[in-house]
């Protein structure tokens, strides 16, 4: 790759242009936050810099991208068991 962008790089990158594709979307209206696409396109990101991280190791980064996982997670489960009950 070119000018030392590695491959995990660019999933770090794309991570970080799916979180705030996700919160443009959300901010336009076209994406609410309680539907299970925004937290789902939130994990997604979440993953997406984790993995990124792997190779390019930076702690407190990691810990916020678990704990942004893991709400995300919370938020899918959330949206989905309130769409199974409506």
């Known amino acids: 790759m070119p000018m030392g962008i590695e491959a995990y790089d660019i999933v770090g990158f794309v991570g970080a242009a799916v ?3 996700a919160y ?19 994990l997604i990101g979440a ?25 995300s997670l919370y938020g899918i489960a959330k949206s989905l068991g309130e769409r199974r009950s409506a």
């Open 19 to 21: 979180f705030v594709g």
């Open 24 to 42: 443009f979307a959300n901010q336009q209206r076209w994406l609410a936050s309680d539907d299970w696409r925004f937290p789902f396109a939130n």
């Open 47 to 71: 993953v997406l810099i984790l993995v990124s991280l792997v190779f390019e190791w930076n702690f407190p980064s990691v810990v916020i991208e678990v704990f942004w996982a893991l709400i």
